[in-house]
């Protein structure tokens, strides 16, 4: 059994400031090594003798590793930093081009897009009627049969639904960002631009867009 107090994790090391290539390169192959039976991972237990990680830490090696790595962060972040900012300003910056379509054709359309939504779908279809089938009242309305009304309300969030699929294309605004925070930030603002637009281009559907807005964040 190895004592607490003189083993010192993989994890442990990590908090003590070391990055995983500090570890490859200046302490190599742990001192204990195996897998915990007290738990299910497979991944093997890492264990350094604390006593070894602390002289490589007293080392000028060590030192110069750690500020060379510091320094590498520290510039990764502000490249990081520069590019969420560009993407953001091209966001905001972006005209919002929606398609204008006749509302009978809008409808046609936004129901066909529901239907084809629900034929690929493995389960029901959340906006199909109480008791009907899957995709039944999309598929009634695609084909201009009024014998399954879609329920209601449900026609202006297939309208909206069809839009914001028709202006996926500036996702590619989003390209480059990679960083949860950073990417999750312009996607929020990326889907209020494109909800804004198809409000102003189809006033109608403006509450719809609002509460879009309000619960994808």
Do not use: K, N
């Not at 008791?131 to 009634?140: H, I, R």
């Amino acid at each position: 059994m190895t004592d607490r107090t003189t083993y010192v994790s993989l994890a442990g090391v990590r908090l003590r400031g070391w990055t995983d290539a500090m570890v490859r390169d200046l302490l190599g192959t742990p001192d204990v090594q195996g897998r915990d039976p007290r738990r299910w991972s497979l991944a093997p237990v890492r264990l350094y003798l604390l006593a070894r990680v602390e002289a490589v830490e007293r080392t000028p090696e060590f030192a110069e590793t750690a500020a060379r790595c510091r320094a590498r962060a520290s510039a990764a972040g502000i490249h990081a930093e520069r590019r969420r900012a560009a993407v953001l300003a091209a966001i905001r910056a972006e005209p919002i081009e929606v398609p204008l379509l006749p509302r009978p054709e809008l409808e046609r359309r936004a129901a066909r897009h529901r239907h084809l939504l629900g034929a690929r779908s493995p389960g029901p279809d959340p906006a199909a009627a109480p008791g009907g089938t899957p995709g039944g009242a999309a598929a009634a309305s695609a084909s201009g049969s009024a014998a399954v009304p879609p329920p209601a309300g449900a026609l202006v969030r297939w309208q909206v639904s069809y839009l914001r699929h028709a202006l996926s294309r500036y996702e590619a605004l989003l390209d480059g960002l990679y960083g949860e925070a950073g990417r999750g930030e312009a996607e929020r603002l990326l889907r209020r631009r494109l909800y804004e637009a198809i409000a102003a281009a189809y006033p109608s559907l403006a509450r719809e867009c609002r509460r879009r807005i309000a619960v994808e964040r």
